[in-house]
């Protein structure tokens, strides 16, 4: 369900820049930094979306890149934790404690 309400407003913000982008069709004045020129003002929203998009993705990735590499690592980490109280003998007594817990 989540993901679809994420969809129906992705839809409907398309809808609107759309909207917004083809009323707005007459030529601005647009500086280049070194340049100045002119362009439809059409083309100047809708790649100043596609950049905002483009850049918020980008910004995402490199989050979601980052977790998963700490998930992994926190995998390993417990993983060896696991296999040196199995070494010690001590997971079975941590296991029957806990569901001594969670029986009370």
């Known amino acids: 369900m989540r993901g679809q309400s994420y969809v129906i407003l992705a839809i409907i913000f398309v809808i609107i820049i759309a909207i917004f982008a083809v009323i707005n069709v007459e030529p601005v004045e647009v ?3 070194f ?3 002119q362009a439809p003002l059409i083309l100047v929203i809708l790649f100043s979306v596609l950049m905002g998009g483009i850049i918020t993705a980008a910004v995402g990735l490199v989050k979601i890149i980052h977790l998963q590499r700490e998930r992994k690592m926190l995998q390993h980490e417990n993983n060896q934790m696991r296999e040196i109280l199995k ?3 001590l997971l079975d007594t941590m296991d029957k404690q806990d569901k001594n817990k969670t029986e009370k």
Do not use: C, D, S, V
């Open 35 to 37: 340049n100045t020129g």
């Open 31 to 33: 500086n280049y930094l």
């Open 87 to 89: 070494k010690h003998k």
